[in-house]
């Protein structure tokens, strides 16, 4: 798992990327709760955006983003972090609102 925990990170994220590993995805720290708004520019793989609250449970999943695509995809309601998976990969492990997502990045912030 990569983190995007810096202004640089998130900006970047995935961008350029050809390619990523079925088990592979990026956690983003967005340091504040808010709603969150990302975008597909310069990326070419499709993703599963799951945006998560501060508390770790997931709020809302854009599933199967278009690839190199500048709409906005928002998360719909307030949010403190975003996990980016390959495309598919939310529907495959059975991720859904509700769920709970734990990493050391989001206990550390509760």
Do not use: C
Not at 3 to 27: F, I, K, V, W
């Amino acid at each position: 798992m990569e983190l995007a925990l810096t202004a640089d990170q998130r900006s970047e994220g995935l961008m350029y990327r050809r390619e990523m590993a079925p088990d592979h995805g990026m956690l983003f720290d967005m340091e504040r709760v808010a709603p969150a708004h990302f975008w597909m520019r310069n990326t070419y793989i499709s993703l599963d955006i799951i945006f998560i609250e501060k508390n770790g449970r997931v709020a809302t999943i854009a599933a199967n983003t278009e690839p190199l695509s500048e709409r906005m995809i928002g998360s719909g309601v307030p949010v403190r972090f975003v996990l980016e998976l390959v495309a598919g990969t939310a529907a495959k492990i059975g991720l859904a609102p509700g769920d709970r997502v734990d990493h050391p990045v989001i206990a550390a912030a509760q």
